[in-house]
C-alpha cells in the first residue's frame, strides 16, 4: 500500500519561509517522480513543483525562484523549500508521487492528504 505523508505546514507571515516535508513509503521510490500541488479556497488543485527520478526540476512561474524541490532517496522523503512566501501561497499543499508500488510494474499515481499553509499577518 503506497502511502504519502506530507508535514510542514502552518502559518507564516508574508516574507516568510517553511519546508515542507513528504514522507513515501509502499513506493519504489527512487523510480518515481515526485510533485507538489496546492489548492487554495474555491480554486482547483495546481501544480507547484516536480523532481523527477533521474533529477529534473519544474515550477510553475508563480514560484519559480522563490521554491525549490529535493528529495532524499535514501529516507524516500521529498522536500518543498518556500521562502519569500506570500498571501497568495496560502493553500493545502499536496505531495504526489508517480511510480510503481513494490511488488508490482505498473505506475500510479499516488496523493499524500495535504498539509495548510496559510500565509498572513
Known amino acids: 500500500q503506497v502511502q504519502l505523508v506530507e508535514s510542514g505546514g502552518g502559518l507564516v507571515q508574508p516574507g516568510g519561509s517553511l519546508r515542507l516535508s513528504c514522507a513515501a513509503s509502499g513506493i519504489r521510490f527512487t523510480i518515481s517522480d515526485m510533485y507538489w500541488w496546492r489548492q487554495a479556497p474555491g480554486k482547483l488543485r495546481e501544480f507547484v513543483a516536480g523532481?523527477?527520478?533521474?533529477?529534473?526540476?519544474s515550477y510553475t512561474d508563480d514560484v519559480q525562484g522563490r521554491f525549490a524541490i529535493s528529495r532524499d532517496n535514501a529516507k524516500k522523503m521529498v522536500y518543498l523549500q518556500m521562502n519569500s512566501l506570500k498571501p497568495e501561497d496560502t493553500a493545502v499543499y499536496f505531495c504526489n508521487a508517480k511510480g510503481p508500488p513494490y511488488g508490482r510494474s505498473s505506475y500510479g499515481s499516488y496523493w499524500g492528504q495535504g498539509t495548510q499553509v496559510t500565509i498572513s499577518s
Open positions: 523532481l523527477t527520478h533521474d533529477g529534473s526540476t
